[in-house]
């Protein structure tokens, strides 16, 4: 069995935090929490740092800082309207799972969030997934409704980790 999520390592403290294993219970937990199969999808996950990701984040956001987490879905899953729910992709074959797209996430600027906060690291490290993988749905937080469904999903799917409501 393929694993649910690739993830590439470009920073040797992520593989000491744990990366792959607390992204595999975050997107387990979104998945099961959207009443979605937890077999049939796949998604690439790269742990950077802070110089690696601001070079994405102008790349394709023109914005040439460091950021947190970045999001490049496959395919346009945003629903109609604001408000409403995305149509969630359905799973393909085992042979051939539905790739819903590429997250990246940056080790220095999680870590400065998590201790601004007072969170723990990787509590902050499964929010950040959980975040992405949501925009890899559909999801966004553009307009006051959109980010509140968004949010409500997260504070779910975090609390059933035994992460604290990040909001």
Known sequence: MEPLVDCILEDERWEALGLEALADRAVRAALAH?????EGFTLCLMG???????????????????????????????????????????PGPAEMPEELGDIAIAYETCQQEAIDAG????????HLVVHGFLHLLGYDHENDADAAIMEDHEVSILASLGVDDPY
């Not at 394709?60 to 992709?89: H, I, M, Q």
């Open 34 to 38: 959207l009443g979605m199969p937890s």
């Open 48 to 90: 950077c740092d802070d110089a690696r990701i601001a070079v994405l984040n102008a790349d394709f956001r023109g914005k040439a800082k460091a950021t947190n987490v970045l999001s490049w879905p496959s395919e346009d899953r945003a629903p109609e309207a604001p408000g409403e729910e995305p149509d969630l992709p359905e």
């Open 119 to 126: 969170k723990s690291h990787p509590h902050h490290v499964i």
